[in-house]
């Protein structure tokens, strides 16, 4: 039922692996158990089965089991020579990877499917991104702030492995086509010029949300 969510998600050379939530996750290593030593039942799940799902899609890279830790903006340290992303929500966990040589980032994002309030969707796209959902119809209007959402989180982590730093929801333009997205900088951040644009896909099926964005090198 929600494997067609992720089918052609990503682009060949990019391994993903997703799970549900609350399925057996498997041991943590300790120095990931003191991370979540403190947290509340439903986050210790989540970040368990999302490591689970990365350890999963390294091994298809030939990369042995080994400690996934974040680093000073909750980003995961991937082993050298692999960028990823990990994305999780109530119902279901997914990781991916890929070779750094072929991707510069990537990032996944799941969302449960329901419309975001008025007042949340006007922090999270400009007028001109609301126009421009409103006409293509791709998505009926009430899901597509959501949409829009989940796509700039999945641009979020994607741009992190290239410039490590924080950006927020004015920072790209992100035009919805019929299951892509084009995501352009609005101003230059790090080494990425203004005018940058990222690649993106989404998917909607059994109430989930799941966007991807990739660069290529
Ligand atoms: C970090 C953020 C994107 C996470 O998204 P979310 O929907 O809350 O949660 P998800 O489950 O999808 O993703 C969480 C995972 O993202 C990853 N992540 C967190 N910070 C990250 C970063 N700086 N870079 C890359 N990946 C990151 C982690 O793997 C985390 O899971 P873990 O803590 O179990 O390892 C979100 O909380 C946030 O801060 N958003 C504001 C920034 C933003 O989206 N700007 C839009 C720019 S256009």
Same mark, same amino acid.
């Given at each position: 039922?929600?494997?067609?969510?992720?089918?052609?998600?990503?682009?060949?050379?990019?391994? *993903?692996?997703?799970?549900?939530?609350?399925?057996?996750?498997?041991?943590?290593?300790? #120095?990931?158990?003191?991370?979540? @030593?403190?947290?509340?039942?439903?986050?210790?799940? #989540?970040?368990?089965?999302?490591?689970?799902?990365?350890?999963?899609?390294?091994?298809?890279?030939?990369?042995?089991?080994?400690?996934?830790?974040?680093?000073?903006?909750?980003?995961?340290?991937?082993?050298?020579?692999?960028?990823?992303?990990?994305?999780?929500?109530?119902?279901?966990?997914?990781?991916?990877?890929?070779?750094?040589?072929?991707?510069?980032?990537?990032?996944?994002?799941?969302?449960?499917?329901e419309p975001l309030?008025?007042?949340?969707a006007?922090?999270?796209?400009?007028?001109?991104?609301?126009?421009? @959902?409103?006409?293509?119809?791709?998505v009926p209007f009430d899901s597509a702030a959501k949409?829009?959402?989940?796509?700039?989180?999945?641009?979020?982590?994607?741009?992190?492995? *290239?410039?490590?730093?924080?950006?927020?929801?004015?920072?790209?333009?992100?035009?919805?086509?019929?299951?892509?997205?084009?995501?352009?900088?609005?101003?230059?951040?790090?080494?990425?010029?203004?005018?940058?644009?990222?690649?993106?896909?989404?998917?909607?099926?059994?109430?989930?949300?799941?966007?991807?964005?990739?660069?290529?090198?």
């Amino acid at each position: 039922m929600f494997g067609v969510l992720f089918e052609g998600l990503f682009p060949a050379g990019v391994a *993903l692996a997703w799970e549900r939530s609350d399925a057996p996750a498997g041991e943590l290593f300790p #120095e990931e158990e003191a991370l979540v @030593a403190q947290a509340v039942a439903k986050r210790r799940r #989540e970040f368990a089965q999302g490591r689970a799902c990365a350890r999963r899609v390294l091994a298809e890279l030939g990369i042995p089991p080994a400690p996934l830790l974040p680093g000073e903006m909750r980003e995961p340290r991937w082993p050298q020579g692999v960028v990823g992303s990990i994305t999780h929500d109530a119902l279901l966990c997914a990781a991916v990877v890929g070779r750094a040589e072929a991707f510069a980032g990537l990032g996944i994002d799941l969302e449960p499917d329901e419309p975001l309030e008025a007042n949340v969707a006007a922090r999270i796209w400009s007028a001109e991104e609301a126009a421009a @959902a409103r006409e293509s119809a791709v998505v009926p209007f009430d899901s597509a702030a959501k949409l829009v959402f989940s796509a700039k989180e999945a641009v979020y982590k994607c741009q992190f492995a *290239l410039t490590q730093t924080f950006i927020g929801f004015g920072a790209v333009t992100l035009l919805l086509g019929d299951g892509t997205f084009d995501a352009t900088l609005t101003a230059s951040v790090g080494a990425l010029p203004l005018g940058y644009r990222f690649t993106g896909s989404w998917r909607r099926a059994a109430g989930e949300i799941v966007t991807a964005a990739w660069c290529c090198r």
